[in-house]
């Protein structure tokens, strides 16, 4: 970390602002926003800026720039077009101990100012270290989109009681879980809609306090978010998935959901690696339903953490039947599932009008291979994907062919969809076994089969959405 984040109280204390141009003006505002005692030092001092002084009581110094304007402040601005004066303020400054921030000149500033979303007293500041003025406020816009618009009023809503709230619930635990049920909950939404929330907040403190303390609420406030992470770019998660990873106590997450998705978990939170297929590390279903039950029953807030969506080939069925046994909450967020995310990476309009009229989900996995319809999953005018097939390529793609499906319908794979390392092979149902081995394929990857995967097909997709795809035809 090359620069250390932090808020600056400036309210009365003394800044000094040298220039008086346009940038200057808007330095001036911002300093004025937070309260500072400004003096304006320039030969030439712009109309705005003089307004704006005179409006705010800012000093005005109609002169250059000279060292003694640093005496008895604590941070100053070199905002003139003049690289000598900038130059002056900031090897002044150097000598003083004083901060000098000096406007688009990384290697003379000792500060930076970052570029914010002022929701006060919420306040968001985003920096690149000066890498990149234009991605701040790229970052910055989406910050501002994610916020809610009266998060200040909640802000101020939590300072009115926070103390009164750390009287009447002393545990933090139970003081964090009575504040996330006051973000989440009825009182946050009252807030958002307009309201002050004090009436709601109270009541809901009042009903904590006169509850019996030997009975603990139902289930101690432990729950289970079953939750789909989508195919693997971090980007596809829900907005619902990326709300609750921030908000869980601990994450139990699988071998498909990549670090970087796990890295969006709140900074404390317990992670718990329970990938099922990784060598000698197993952690079979039962050990998984067993943590997922101790960690709820101790009254955390427990995000599964599943590839894909959590109800295609995720076993989501099966753990919340155990959790519901147990009289724990759950709640379900879909995801991107597998299908879905390498149809948009690859152009693949998995329901094309006129070429395919369903779409099937497919898993060859063990015994139910032998369960499926073949003759079915070989008829034209769909199409099929079959997840957790790699190692049964060959065996698919000739009963598919054994049971009618002529030799050359298209077969496409995707592996490690959505990925930086995404690879697609694109080949035939006669051809896509040989054409996988010999590229190597492996898991995650799927195959796709139908008259939608041609190569010309999605090609003509690819035309239509240009750039939004990720990946280049290959093949
Ligand atoms: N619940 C998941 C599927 C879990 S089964 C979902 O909805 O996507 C695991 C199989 O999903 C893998 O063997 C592979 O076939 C497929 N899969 C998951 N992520 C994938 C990815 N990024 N690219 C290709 N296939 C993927």
Request: a positive charge.
């Amino acid at each position: 970390m090359h620069y250390l984040p932090m808020f600056l109280d400036l309210r009365g204390r003394r800044v000094l602002l040298v220039g008086g141009g346009e940038v200057a003006a808007r330095k001036l505002e911002l300093l004025l926003r937070a309260g500072a005692a400004v003096r304006v030092v320039a030969p030439r001092i712009d109309a705005r800026v003089a307004a704006l002084a005179r409006t705010a009581g800012a000093e005005l110094v109609e002169r250059r720039f000279e060292s003694v304007d640093l005496d008895g402040t604590w941070l100053a601005v070199a905002a003139t077009d003049e690289p000598g004066t900038n130059a002056a303020v900031a090897a002044a400054g150097a000598a003083r101990r004083v901060f000098v921030n000096v406007v688009d000149d990384l290697e003379r500033s000792s500060a930076l100012m970052p570029a914010i979303v002022d929701r006060s007293p919420v306040i968001v500041a985003v920096g690149t270290g000066g890498a990149s003025p234009t991605l701040a406020r790229r970052v910055r816009t989406l910050v501002e989109a994610a916020l809610p618009e009266r998060l200040g009023a909640l802000a101020d809503l939590s300072a009115r009681w926070r103390s009164r709230v750390r009287a009447a619930l002393p545990d933090t635990a139970a003081r964090r879980r009575f504040w996330e049920q006051v973000l989440d909950g009825e009182i946050g939404r009252r807030v958002a809609a307009g309201e002050a929330g004090d009436e709601a907040l109270g009541a809901a403190l009042g009903r904590l306090r006169d509850a019996d303390p030997a009975t603990p609420p139902r289930g101690g406030g432990g729950e289970v978010w079953l939750i789909g992470a989508g195919p693997g770019d971090p980007e596809l998660l829900t907005l619902r998935a990326l709300q609750l990873l921030g908000r869980a106590d601990v994450v139990l997450y699988d071998r498909l959901v990549p670090a970087a998705i796990v890295e969006r978990a709140r900074r404390d939170a317990e992670r718990v690696f329970v990938g099922k297929e990784s060598g000698q590390h197993r952690t079979t279903q039962d050990r998984i339903n067993a943590l997922l039950l101790e960690y709820a029953r101790r009254g955390l807030k427990v995000a599964r953490l599943k590839g894909g969506d959590p109800f295609v080939f995720g076993r989501g069925g099966e753990e919340i039947a155990m959790l519901a046994a147990a009289g724990l909450p759950v709640t379900v967020v879909p995801g991107i599932t597998a299908a879905l995310g390498a149809a948009a990476a690859t152009g693949l309009s998995l329901t094309q009008r006129g070429v395919a009229q369903a779409l099937c989900l497919v898993t060859v996995m063990g015994a139910a291979a032998e369960a499926l319809d073949w003759r079915a999953l070989a008829a034209p005018h769909q199409t099929v994907v079959f997840y957790m097939g790699v190692a049964e390529l060959p065996r698919i793609a000739a009963r598919l062919i054994a049971q009618g499906a002529p030799p050359d319908r298209a077969a496409l794979i995707v592996e490690r969809a959505t990925l930086p390392d995404q690879r697609t092979i694109c080949g035939t149902l006669s051809d896509i076994a040989s054409r996988a081995a010999a590229a190597g394929v492996a898991a995650p990857a799927l195959l796709i089969v139908g008259a939608a995967a041609h190569p010309p097909a999605r090609a003509a997709i690819f035309a239509a959405v240009g750039t939004a795809a990720t990946d280049q035809l290959e093949d």
